[in-house]
């Protein structure tokens, strides 16, 4: 199998709107022996030395936006600089989507102050140019604000009690522009989209479209 440019692994990111089932995606190709599966950091996010950074920035988004994303930038680049000796690498998100989704969600919506918007921004054009981040392939799991804001309610993880279903549908609409209908930003990679609308008990079939048409075509 042809190795990514810059001798990396071929690089996925699996991306979706929160709930979108994308760790649940992951942990489908755990059986495969030649792929490394890096999870999302959420475990770093709610301990940073005792802070809990995602549940401090739904309490108070104003105040902790910026600290919050921050550090999930600094969490992703370490995600995309893992050394891993697979031929694929399949990573939950990326420095990508927390740019053109999340940070920009929050800049759109006057949650960041255009001064820490752009201290994020540079800190990502920077690593852009100087690390090793590329993407070879994003999956988008692509799905409806309504069924994942069901989802978000039953699943019930106690940081995002409180987050309104307009900040989901926002988010939704940063995505579609992003990955499908591709007039937000550059995408940098092709995009293999995924019907995620179905049950997640029922998923299994699209994941099998993704693996028959990407993962078994470079083996
Ligand atoms: N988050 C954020 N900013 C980011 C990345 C994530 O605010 N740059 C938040 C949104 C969620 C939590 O972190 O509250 C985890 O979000 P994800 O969508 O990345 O992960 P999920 O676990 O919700 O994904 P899925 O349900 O698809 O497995």
Same mark, same amino acid.
Do not use: I, W
């Given at each position: 199998m042809k190795k990514a440019h810059?001798?990396?692994?071929f690089t996925i990111a699996v991306e979706g709107n929160i709930g979108s089932g994308k760790t649940t995606f992951l942990h489908h190709f755990?059986? &495969?022996?030649?792929v490394t599966i890096i999870s999302e950091p959420i475990e770093k996010w709610r301990n940073c030395n005792g802070h809990n950074l995602l549940g401090l920035m739904y309490e108070d988004p104003k105040k902790n936006a910026f600290t919050f994303q921050s550090y999930v930038q600094l969490t992703l680049l370490q995600s995309h600089t893992q #050394? $891993? $000796? /697979?031929k694929f690498k399949l990573m939950e998100r990326s420095i990508f989507s927390a740019r053109y989704c999340f940070v920009e969600k929050l800049q759109r919506d006057g949650i960041l102050t255009q001064a820490g918007f752009s201290v994020i921004d540079e800190w990502f054009k920077w690593i852009n140019q100087?690390?090793? *981040?590329? *993407?070879d392939l994003f999956v988008y799991l692509r799905t409806n604000p309504e069924i994942i804001y069901q989802r978000i309610l039953n699943r019930s993880r106690v940081e995002e009690r409180k987050v309104p279903f307009e900040y989901i549908k926002g988010l939704h609409e940063i995505h579609e522009d992003w &990955?499908?209908? #591709? $007039? &937000?930003?550059?995408?940098p990679a092709p995009v293999f989209t995924i019907d /995620?609308? *179905?049950?997640l008990r029922m998923i299994e079939e699209e994941y099998e479209k993704f693996e028959d048409e990407v993962l078994n075509k470079r083996i």
């Open positions: 810059s001798g990396r692994p755990e059986k &495969l022996g030649n #050394k $891993t $000796t /697979a100087h690390q090793n *981040v590329g *993407v &990955l499908y209908h #591709k $007039t &937000l930003y550059n995408c /995620a609308n *179905v049950d």
